[in-house]
């Protein structure tokens, strides 16, 4: 028989703080340095993947310059906590806003990502007065690690699907205190909350995404098959087909491997700059932007950005727990194809996303679509890269229904843990 105490503790919510041992940051140095190095590439650009010259790049200023004791303090600044759902420790951040009726929003991360991606938006939409917004525009945010990543708990176990992530969130939610919330996410997160979409919790008042699974089923198949465009598209349409099928045919090995074989990828937990090259092969347009910030240029993400990331993933030992999330959705829900989300969704395209979202298609694949923008910049990690603008597209595609959550007590019952 199932005592009280146990279930107070299993939905107990504690206070968490990062403290990566020394020892641990001297041992990633040494293997840093360590580093057995294959030859240069044979060709002049990156069509055989990660550039020698930049991934040496990345590993001389990890090892002799790059200090992760900022990014564990900036972490350690927020509030953080974990709580057990289905058995599993969830690590988030939760963030309340000064103002009034701040709107709940639960904001996920993706892959090779973490809530790292996620901080720099935080206070923008806590604080939207001291970014050129209005008081009535503030978010509560919740924002956490998905399972596997960074210090929320490892599966032992099969089953940590995107459903029953998208489920685990809602429990995460109102186990706060909110009653009704919204939630955004970009790569893994979007999949996530389209997937929190279909099941439409009755608390969930709509979502946000910024990589929106809008292509019809066909057409998804279509692309994947590498078939030519089929006739009769726009030329939005035709555009976002031709970016898919590149997605499929030349972007996406990683996905396939994690998908079929995750724990064949045992190289990357032992070796870091393995694990790097790994994590910077995600996609040709973030590749370009990283590869540029490596050889001195400046552009929307730091070389800390970088590295804080993988970090993360490397002191938590997490590349494989992280990659298993592949394995779980395989054959299951796909990633960009339109999955029949009923409640309002809000769109923003980001011109050097993997695809630009037609309207035509988000149209159809959300029917209550209560927002679409195209944005002027930024890529797949948004939020990362342009933390500004997304969270101005936040704002925007959620205010409609503000009306709708207004009198809700929302989080009043655990207003003392942030």
Known sequence: MTKLTDVVEATAIRPFHVNVPEADLTELRRRINATKWPER????????????????????????????????AKMNALPQF???????????????????????????????????????????????????????????????????????????????????????????????????????????????????????????LGIHTNMPGIFPVDIDKAAFSGAPAPSGLSADEKLAY?????????????????????????????????????????DARSYELISRVFAGESEGLTRDDILDNITITWLTNTALSGARLYWENWGKLGYFNAKGVSIPVAVSVFPDELYPAPRSWAERAYPKLIHYNKVEKGGHFAAWEQPQLLSEEVRAGFRSLRKSSLGEEAGRAEREVA
């Not at 997160?189 to 389209?194: L, Q, T």
Request: net charge negative; glycine share 10%.
């Open 242 to 282: 031709e970016r898919l099928q590149f997605v499929y045919q030349k972007g996406i090995a990683y996905g396939f491997q994690m998908g079929l074989r995750p724990q064949t990828l045992c190289g990357i937990a032992d070796s870091p700059v393995g694990l790097a090259a790994y994590f910077l092969d995600h």
């Open 41 to 72: 590439e044979t060709v002049t650009d990156a069509s055989q993947g990660v550039q020698l010259a930049t991934i040496q790049a990345l590993a001389r200023y990890w090892a002799t310059e790059y200090d992760w004791r900022k990014i564990e």
């Open 82 to 204: 974990i709580t057990e759902i289905a058995g599993l420790d969830i690590h988030f951040l939760h963030v309340r806003s000064k103002h009034e009726n701040a709107l709940p929003l639960i904001v996920t991360h993706g892959w090779p990502g973490s809530i790292i991606e996620q901080m720099k938006i935080i206070d923008p939409l806590t604080n939207p007065t001291a970014h050129g917004g209005n008081a009535s525009d503030a978010f509560h945010l919740v924002i956490p690690s998905m399972p596997g990543y960074g210090y929320s708990g490892k599966p032992t176990t099969t089953g940590w699907d995107v459903a029953h992530i998208a489920r685990a969130w809602v429990v995460l939610m109102k186990r706060l205190g909110y009653t009704k919330f919204v939630a955004q996410g970009g790569d893994w997160g979007a999949v996530i909350v389209d997937q929190m979409g279909v099941q439409a919790a009755p608390e969930l």
